[in-house]
């Protein structure tokens, strides 16, 4: 199994920046890709990101692409989410997942708030 632990949400104000982490245990040599989604009050979750966990390949969603950034460490087990010039609409609970060759896990998400 793999465990998942996002962290680093909080209140900001538009314009500004966060960096989501997530801390990734167990059989992480499973691991194909982690990715973030995000889910706003009353909406669906929708993709943000993700990168693959060998060779860092990486995909953004088109709304954040140019604002956001994936990276991930190895050395550390942690997948990471730079968030710049952030905006209302950004604000969500957001979770990272990890896609294995067993099925996929998820945190227990972190909450990020963008006030205009």
């Known amino acids: 199994q793999v465990q998942l632990v996002e962290s680093g949400g909080g209140l900001v104000q538009a314009g500004g920046s966060l960096r989501l982490s997530c801390a990734v245990s167990g059989r992480t040599f499973t691991i194909y890709t982690m990715r973030w989604f995000r889910q706003a009050p009353g909406k669906e979750r929708e993709f943000v990101a993700q990168i693959t966990w060998s060779g860092g390949n990486t995909v953004y969603a088109d709304s954040v692409k140019g604002r956001f950034t994936i990276s991930r460490d190895n050395a550390k087990n942690t997948v990471y989410l730079q968030m710049n010039s952030l905006k209302p609409e950004d604000t969500a609970d957001y979770y990272c997942?990890?896609?294995?060759?067993?099925?996929?896990?998820w945190g227990q998400g972190t909450q990020v708030t963008v006030s205009s």
């Open positions: 997942a990890a896609t294995t060759h067993i099925g996929d896990y």
